[in-house]
Each structure stands twice: as C-alpha cells, then as structure tokens.
C-alpha cells in the first residue's frame, strides 16, 4: 500500500516524516563497485537514447549499456509524463509530471544512466504526431533535443519507437522525427546557432530504431543488428533482466511493476541514419583512451590499476589514481578530460574511504533569514587525508585545517545567514506560467536538468597525498524516525510566510455569499502584515485588507474573506483568484504543496494560492452520495462543493450496510483495475440498483479489470478516445430526460473542457443500454460510447468514460451541470 499526503506547512515544521534514505548526499561504493567503476574509467564510449514518456524507455538496454558495455548512457525523455494516469494517487497534469520525474530518477539509480528531458509537457494522449506538433511548439522543442546532444556528445543514438503509425502515440512518433532531424542538426553550426556559446556542433556516428515487439506489433526482424542482453554481471550479483525489472518497477504511478527475468535477451536495431553496424552498436568509434589525443599513457596507468586492484583493500589503488587524475588533469580541456576527471575524483573519494555531507537542523529555511547547519566528514581509508577548508552559503572557511585522523568521526556546526538571494524550492519549469503542451525554461543552461540543482551547497576541500580536491555536498535535511531510522529529505527553501485554501474550486449556483477561509502559516519568526484577495471580474468581495500577526515559526492564523458574484447567475463562468500576502513590504502570493510517496523523495513546491470561482447555472437533486474510491481522483470533493454530502464507502459498508440510503454511489476512476474487492461488492452494487439506487461507473481501462460485467447488461471497454477537448459533441437523442433533468444540458456546456473529452469508451453495448453522445477526432470515425445509462429493476446505472476527473476539479461549469443529471437519472 502505498503512503500519499498533501503535508501542510503545519505538519512539516512540527511534526517528523518518515521518508525512506533516497537520497544521502554521501555516495557509498563497495569494493565491487569501485573495481566496476574503475573499468568504466578505462571506457570512452557514450549513447544517448531518446522517447517520449517516462516509462518508454528500455531499461535492459540502458542497464546493460551503462553497467555491462560501460558507456555513458542516458535516457532523454521529451516529456514528464504529466498527462497520464495516475495509479497511487490523485495527482494530475504538473503533479504527475513531478512524481514521475523522480520515479524516473530513481529508475535511473538501479540501472546507471542518466536522465533528461525537454520543455515540453504531456498534455495527455495524441494520436497523431500532426495533433502533437499543433501543441508543442516543434522548432523549440528541437532546439532542447539539439542542445542535449551537443552537450551530452553521444557517439550512438537510439530511438525507442519508429516516425510512423506504428509507434501507437502521436508523441512516440514525435520522438523519432525529432531525433532524426536533431541528429543532423545538432551536427549543422547554422542551426541554432545561439547555444555555440555553450556547446559545440556534435556529429554522432549513427541514428538507430531499437525495434520491438508489443503485443501484436512485432517490428522486428532477422535481418536487422542484434545483440544479446541478457548478461549476468558477477560484480553486480544480478543479470540485465533483473536489473531491468528493478528500474521499471519505480514507475509505480503507472502501474509498470514487472517480474525479473532471466538469461539470454535479443535486441534488434534498425539504422535510420549513419552505418550500420556490424559487430557492436559502437562500431567505428574508439572507446579507448586513444581516441583522446594524450591519452595512451593514461589507458596504461589504468589497465596497471586495474591489474593491481586489491578488493579487501581499495586505499591502496590511491597512489595509482593520483597518478592518473594528475594525468587527466594535463590534458586539453575536452568533453572527456572533463567527464573522466569527475570520474577519478568520486574513485579516490571510494578508495580513501571519504564520506561527507551536510544538513540542516530544520526542513525548512527562508532567505535572509540564519538556519543551523552542520558538516560532518569521516576517512575511513588507510591513506593521509588533509582537511583544507570547509565552505557554506553565507560563510567561509569555518574550520580549522587539520588531519581527517583515520576513522575518527569529525562534526562542524555552524549558524549561518541564508544569502536573500537563495531560489525557493519551486520547481525549475514551473516557476512561471505556461502554456498547454510547454514550459517556460528562461535560463539555457537548465535546459536538460531533470530537477533542481541544490541551492546551498557546502564545500569542502582535502588534501588527499599531494593534490588538492573540492568535494560539494548539498545541504539537506536529516533526522532519525524510531521506526526507519535515519531519514534524509531535500531542505525546503520556502518565502516567510505561505496561504492554504481549503478548497481548489467555489461552486455559486445563485448570488448567496460564500465564506473562504484563508490559512497563513509562518516560516519565520515575529511575522506580520495584511492579505487581501485579487478576485476577477465578476465577483466582489466584502472584505480588503485584513492584518495578521504571527509570532512564531509553524504558528497559523486563520482569515475569513465573504466572496459572492456581482450579480445574478446570467451565465457559466469561470475564472480564478489569488491570494495576496503583504509582509515586510513585500507581497507573497505562494501556497505550499507536498506530495510524499514511500518510493521516491518528498516534493516541495510553491504554487499560487488560487481557487477556481465558478458561477453556473446548476440544479441538483438528492443529497446523499456513496463514493468507492479508484486509483484516485477529485470528483468527491468537487461534489461537496456542489453541496452534496458524499461518504466514501468500504467493505462493511458495502457488505452489510444500507445502501439504499444513498441518493447515487459513484465509482471512482478505475475502481474496476485496481480494487480487487469490486469483484465481490458487484452483486450487491447491483442489488442495490434493483432496489431504486442509482450507480454511476467512472472510466476503467479495458485490461485488466477484475469482473468483465461491470453492468446490469453486457457491454466491452475499447481503447477508443476523443483527445480533443473541443470536439464537436452531439445528442443521439436530444429528448432523452437525462439531458433536461434537472439542467438543461446544451452544446455550451462542453465549452471549456481541459485535455480531452473522455477514453476507454464502451463498445458492443446491449441495446437495454441508451447513449447519449457521439463524438470524434478530426479524420475519424464517430464515437458512440461515451455514456451509457440503463434502467435496471427499479433504479439505473450509467457508464462514463468522459473525464469528468479532470473537468471538475478544472472548474468546468458545464461538466458539473452534465454530472449532476448522470447523479440525478430517473
């Protein structure tokens, strides 16, 4: 089961979370590890492999790539994934996107690559690579793919899907064309021409489609390169397959957990552009230290090290190393004088036995404001370790130099001002406003970075024989939990004081006003100031500035602001307001939002604190509502708002309660995947129909699901969607009541709608069933199975596949008006 919370400020300052240890700043290699990094020392080879998604990637290629080959390898996804499902938890869209990311990392740690990605987002599934290109903005997307692989200078690039039909999602086929057109490019001085003053042109050897064969796609074939994956690594202890499976299954959101698998494994590849290979996917390029001019005599240092390797005591491979990093360091400056320097810095660290980091007393600091930090090193190598310096944000040279004694634990403590200059904790792409389908990346040089690079940093430099090392630490936060032990999370670097509203949404179905409660919360001490509200127009608010004091860091106040619409309900509208925090002269608009999941690290960001203002003409009828919860979704808040009393409902409640007292149950989204307990409650769910109830089934996918009749009467679940949210939308039968009661139901209220119109509609449906809507994409067939609704014994049942767990809590009037009848079928 997974652990998932929308943590508030609150909580995080006087309470301790239990994170696991994803991400202490002290890398630990065994002796195994160091002698395989040591053999990636004596390895000049590189490959870069390019899709769309996270998940899309093949990570037995990638593992064996980085771990057995011993290239760099890394992985460039165009998008975050912020457009799909989310299998753990209601996050969507930008949310999703952030979970993902850091599942990807954390896929990356298992099997050695690196990770990277564009400006472009997910804005859900495309079907088409013209549908795509319509969204992104294809020159600057191709500018970012360009720039990675100018930076990244991969001798081989491969695709995951081919520049056609078969790549199954018009964002796939997106992928290949832009990796093709990127692989001239980025080779071509004239094409943006603006990044030379960071990169250079980089030709790489060859452009290959890594084939495959999904399902009863099979793209496959004999006459194409291949090559045997499957290796079992006895450094590692684990096959290519293992590995594999351990990196995909961190794509946890999505549902990817998979079984090891064992032995031999073919890959096959087709050449899209350069030669093709023959005997390796790196033939013609020389991954030896020849091919750095220079560079013989340091391949022999490092085979003489290699040879020399002692694995019950690395420490005595540092004279050799030395040796080597001081070589290194007399090459030219160049891609891979840079890369295997930093490569023989982390060898000697492992080999000495060095372990650093640095943390904060508090999860939280504000700039300008001081914060506790601490450094504590220790040499558990039998090699002379000299502590130079150590260096922190705001403050120099805070210890004395001395000799790092062998395995004697050294702790520094200092007080320290957090420079007024320090970057919140937001979410580089996310820090200003952006449009459907890309972010706004303003600095060039984050373009790529698959998250933030930590703000504060502490420094440190040794002396390790005769050469001198500076070794950065981030400054994080750690503390010990009784039950996991020690717990490392990244330092929240947050404004003075943040806004929390209760509520994403305001439903005004008349002129009645509306109390909104405004929490502020401090991040510092002795805070105070005003907040008032910006409202659009169409609304008025009774109240201006209202003043708060806050006297201490975690303590809260809560504000009262009365919202109501100018006039009366003439039209659906919706727009959204923010809060406005003033204190110390300066004005703050950010909320805080968390997202904590057991499998990766805690995500901090600082969106505006807004609300959706919807005015919509909206009767509805009964009060009551049962909701069994899906993978996770909105809508039973979003219902609250409406003024419905919604319960979530359980095993006793559907087993031996009284159901009848519900006006309408609704299924969350994806219930009939992911509850295995919905096999069992069907009958009385059914019954409970029989008897008057009236249930409404959210989309499922078509497979797996745990019962195939999800209704009274039969009917299939396709793969058939409409992903333009604007698509025209019209009435099978426009008499049916569904659509009058109790709101008139018009073209109009499709108006609005955000990513797509609905997925996974019904086929084959019994003709005890009516349907509502048809609908297309353009250039394809009419959709018929959007909506369906049956009357069955005394009540009725609706099927929706519209994505109604976007559009409500998006504010869509129209969407709210449509479900309030599906609740409401006589």
């Given at each position: 089961?997974?652990?998932?919370?929308?943590?508030?400020?609150?909580?995080?300052?006087?309470a301790?979370?239990?994170?696991?240890?994803?991400?202490?700043?002290?890398?630990?290699?065994?002796?195994?590890?160091?002698?395989?990094?040591?053999?990636?020392?004596?390895t000049?080879?590189?490959?870069?492999?390019i899709?769309?998604?996270?998940?899309?990637?093949?990570?037995?290629?990638?593992?064996?790539?980085?771990?057995?080959?011993?290239?760099?390898?890394?992985?460039?996804?165009?998008?975050?994934?912020?457009?799909?499902?989310?299998?753990?938890?209601?996050?969507?869209?930008?949310?999703?996107?952030?979970?993902?990311?850091?599942?990807?990392?954390?896929?990356?740690?298992?099997?050695?690559?690196?990770?990277?990605?564009?400006?472009?987002?997910?804005?859900?599934?495309?079907?088409?690579?013209?549908?795509t290109?319509?969204?992104?903005?294809?020159?600057?997307?191709?500018?970012?793919?360009?720039?990675?692989?100018?930076?990244?200078?991969?001798?081989?690039?491969?695709?995951?899907?081919?520049?056609?039909?078969?790549?199954?999602?018009?964002?796939?086929?997106a992928?290949?064309?832009l990796?093709?057109?990127?692989?001239?490019?980025?080779?071509?001085?004239?094409?943006?021409?603006?990044?030379?003053?960071?990169?250079?042109?980089?030709?790489?050897?060859?452009?290959?489609?890594?084939?495959?064969n999904?399902?009863?796609?099979?793209t496959?074939s004999?006459?194409q390169?291949?090559?045997?994956?499957?290796?079992?690594?006895?450094l590692?202890?684990k096959?290519?397959?293992?590995?594999?499976?351990?990196?995909?299954?961190?794509?946890?959101?999505q549902?990817?957990?998979?079984?090891?698998?064992?032995?031999?494994?073919?890959?096959?590849f087709?050449?899209?552009?350069?030669?093709?290979?023959?005997?390796?996917?790196?033939?013609?390029?020389?991954?030896?230290?020849?091919?750095?001019?220079?560079?013989?005599?340091?391949?022999?240092?490092?085979?003489?090290?290699?040879?020399?390797?002692n694995?019950?005591?690395?420490?005595?491979?540092?004279?050799?190393?030395?040796?080597?990093?001081?070589?290194?360091?007399?090459?030219?400056?160049?891609?891979?004088?840079?890369?295997?320097?930093?490569?023989?810095?982390q060898?000697?660290?492992?080999?000495?036995?060095?372990?650093?980091?640095?943390?904060?007393?508090s999860?939280?600091?504000?700039?300008?404001?001081?914060m506790?930090?601490?450094?504590?090193?220790?040499?558990r190598?039998?090699?002379?370790?000299?502590?130079?310096?150590?260096?922190?944000?705001?403050?120099?040279?805070?210890?004395?130099?001395?000799?790092?004694?062998?395995?004697?634990?050294?702790?520094?403590?200092?007080?320290?001002?957090?420079?007024?200059?320090?970057?919140?904790?937001?979410?580089?792409?996310?820090?200003?406003?952006h449009?459907?389908?890309?972010?706004?990346?303003?600095?060039?040089?984050?373009?790529?970075?698959?998250?933030?690079?930590?703000?504060?940093?502490?420094?440190?430099?040794?002396?390790?024989?005769?050469?001198?090392f500076?070794l950065?630490?981030?400054?994080?936060y750690k503390?010990?939990?009784?039950v996991?032990?020690?717990?490392?999370?990244?330092?929240?670097?947050?404004?003075?004081?943040?806004?929390?509203?209760?509520?994403?949404?305001?439903?005004f179905?008349?002129?009645?006003?509306?109390?909104?409660?405004?929490?502020?919360?401090?991040?510092?001490?002795?805070?105070?100031?005003t907040?008032?509200?910006?409202?659009?127009?169409?609304f008025?608010?009774?109240?201006?500035?209202?003043?708060?004091?806050?006297?201490?860091?975690?303590?809260?106040?809560?504000?009262?602001?009365?919202?109501?619409?100018?006039?009366?309900?003439?039209?659906?509208?919706?727009d959204?307001?923010?809060?406005?925090?003033?204190?110390?002269?300066?004005?703050?608009?950010?909320?805080?939002?968390?997202?904590?999941?057991?499998?990766?690290?805690?995500?901090t960001?600082?969106?505006?604190?807004?609300?959706?203002?919807?005015?919509?003409?909206?009767?509805?009828?009964?009060?009551?509502?049962?909701?069994?919860?899906?993978a996770?979704?909105?809508?039973?808040?979003?219902?609250?708002q409406?003024?419905?009393?919604?319960?979530?409902?359980?095993?006793?409640?559907?087993?031996?309660?009284?159901?009848?007292?519900?006006?309408?149950?609704?299924?969350?989204?994806?219930?009939?995947?992911?509850?295995?307990?919905?096999?069992?409650?069907?009958?009385?769910?059914?019954?409970?129909?029989?008897?008057?109830g009236?249930?409404?089934?959210?989309?499922?996918?078509?497979?797996?699901?745990?019962?195939?009749?999800?209704?009274?009467?039969p009917?299939?679940?396709s793969?058939?969607?409409?992903?333009?949210?604007?698509?025209?939308?019209?009435?099978?039968?426009?008499?049916?009541?569904?659509?009058?009661?109790?709101?008139?139901?018009?073209?109009a209220?499709?108006?609005?709608w955000?990513?797509?119109?609905?997925?996974?509609?019904?086929?084959?449906?019994?003709?005890?069933?009516?349907?509502l809507?048809?609908?297309?994409?353009?250039?394809?067939?009419?959709?018929?199975?959007?909506?369906?609704?049956?009357?069955?014994?005394?009540?009725?049942?609706?099927?929706?596949?519209?994505?109604?767990?976007?559009?409500?809590?998006?504010?869509?009037?129209?969407?709210?008006?449509?479900?309030?009848?599906?609740?409401?079928?006589?």
């Open positions: 089961m997974f652990i998932r919370r929308f943590i508030t400020l609150a909580l995080l300052l006087l301790t979370m239990s994170l696991p240890a994803l991400a202490q700043p002290s890398p630990v290699w065994n002796a195994a590890d160091i002698r395989l990094q040591m053999k990636k020392l004596d000049l080879g590189s490959v870069l492999y899709a769309a998604h996270p998940d899309d990637e093949n990570t037995r290629l990638l593992g064996y790539l980085a771990k057995e080959k011993l290239y760099r390898t890394g992985y460039l996804s165009l998008t975050r994934g912020d457009g799909g499902q989310n299998l753990i938890g209601d996050e969507q869209s930008e949310l999703l996107g952030l979970i993902r990311t850091q599942e990807l990392l954390a896929a990356r740690r298992i099997d050695g690559a690196e990770q990277f990605f564009t400006r472009a987002q997910d804005f859900g599934f495309s079907k088409n690579p013209q549908e290109f319509t969204i992104w903005d294809k020159e600057r997307i191709l500018g970012d793919v360009v720039y990675i692989i100018r930076k990244f200078q991969p001798d081989v690039i491969i695709c995951r899907f081919p520049a056609d039909g078969r790549a199954g999602h018009g964002h796939h086929t992928s290949a064309i990796a093709e057109e990127a692989y001239t490019a980025a080779a071509d001085p004239t094409r943006f021409p603006e990044q030379l003053k960071l990169v250079k042109p980089w030709q790489a050897k060859r452009l290959l489609w890594n084939t495959f999904f399902g009863t796609v099979n496959t004999e006459d390169f291949k090559m045997d994956v499957g290796a079992y690594n006895y590692l202890g096959g290519f397959g293992e590995i594999a499976a351990e990196s995909r299954s961190q794509h946890k959101s549902g990817f957990g998979v079984a090891p698998s064992r032995g031999s494994a073919l890959e096959y087709q050449t899209i552009k350069g030669s093709t290979p023959k005997n390796g996917l790196l033939d013609d390029v020389n991954t030896s230290w020849l091919r750095v001019p220079g560079g013989a005599k340091i391949g022999k240092l490092i085979d003489a090290a290699l040879a020399a390797y694995m019950d005591d690395p420490s005595a491979s540092i004279p050799a190393l030395l040796e080597i990093r001081k070589s290194v360091q007399a090459l030219p400056d160049g891609y891979w004088r840079d890369l295997k320097l930093k490569e023989t810095e060898l000697i660290y492992a080999c000495a036995g060095i372990w650093a980091e640095a943390y904060s007393a999860p939280t600091v504000v700039p300008g404001n001081n506790e930090a601490t450094v504590q090193l220790i040499n190598g039998n090699v002379k370790v000299t502590l130079d310096q150590i260096d922190l944000p705001g403050k120099s040279n805070i210890a004395e130099k001395q000799i790092l004694a062998y395995n004697k634990f050294t702790s520094i403590s200092q007080t320290l001002p957090v420079p007024a200059t320090t970057q919140e904790s937001q979410p580089y792409w996310l820090e200003d406003v449009p459907v389908g890309m972010y706004v990346i303003k600095d060039p040089l984050l373009v790529g970075n698959p998250e933030n690079i930590s703000a504060l940093q502490a420094r440190i430099r040794l002396t390790i024989g005769d050469q001198s500076t950065s630490r981030p400054i994080q503390y010990t939990d009784p996991k032990g020690e717990i490392y999370q990244p330092l929240v670097i947050a404004p003075p004081v943040v806004a929390d509203l209760s509520s994403r949404v305001y439903i179905k008349d002129v009645l006003p509306q109390t909104v409660p405004v929490k502020l919360t401090a991040v510092a001490d002795n805070l105070k100031g907040v008032h509200l910006k409202l659009p127009a169409g008025k608010v009774a109240e201006g500035n209202l003043n708060w004091t806050l006297a201490h860091k975690g303590d809260e106040v809560t504000v009262n602001f009365t919202i109501s619409p100018v006039a009366g309900i003439t039209r659906n509208y919706a959204t307001f923010t809060v406005v925090m003033d204190c110390n002269g300066k004005e703050y608009t950010q909320s805080l939002q968390q997202i904590r999941y057991d499998h990766i690290p805690l995500i960001l600082f969106p505006p604190a807004q609300a959706r203002l919807v005015s919509v003409n909206l009767k509805h009828n009964g009060n009551r509502l049962g909701y069994i919860p899906g996770g979704d909105m809508v039973a808040a979003s219902l609250r409406v003024g419905y009393e919604v319960t979530e409902l359980g095993e006793k409640d559907i087993m031996n309660g009284n159901l009848q007292q519900y006006d309408a149950i609704i299924t969350g989204v994806r219930a009939y995947n992911v509850n295995a307990r919905m096999k069992y409650w069907q009958p009385k769910l059914m019954e409970y129909v029989k008897n008057g009236k249930l409404i089934v959210q989309y499922n996918v078509n497979s797996p699901l745990v019962i195939n009749d999800l209704g009274p009467y009917f299939s679940l793969r058939d969607r409409v992903t333009d949210e604007n698509a025209v939308v019209h009435f099978i039968h426009p008499d049916n009541p569904v659509l009058h009661y109790p709101n008139e139901i018009t073209a209220d499709f108006a609005g955000v990513q797509e119109r609905g997925l996974y509609y019904t086929v084959d449906a019994d003709k005890a069933y009516d349907k809507f048809t609908m297309n994409d353009q250039g394809e067939a009419s959709l018929d199975g959007s909506t369906l609704v049956a009357h069955y014994g005394k009540g009725a049942y609706v099927y929706t596949g519209l994505s109604f767990f976007r559009q409500l809590p998006a504010g869509v009037p129209g969407a709210y008006r449509l479900f309030v009848n599906l609740i409401s079928v006589k």
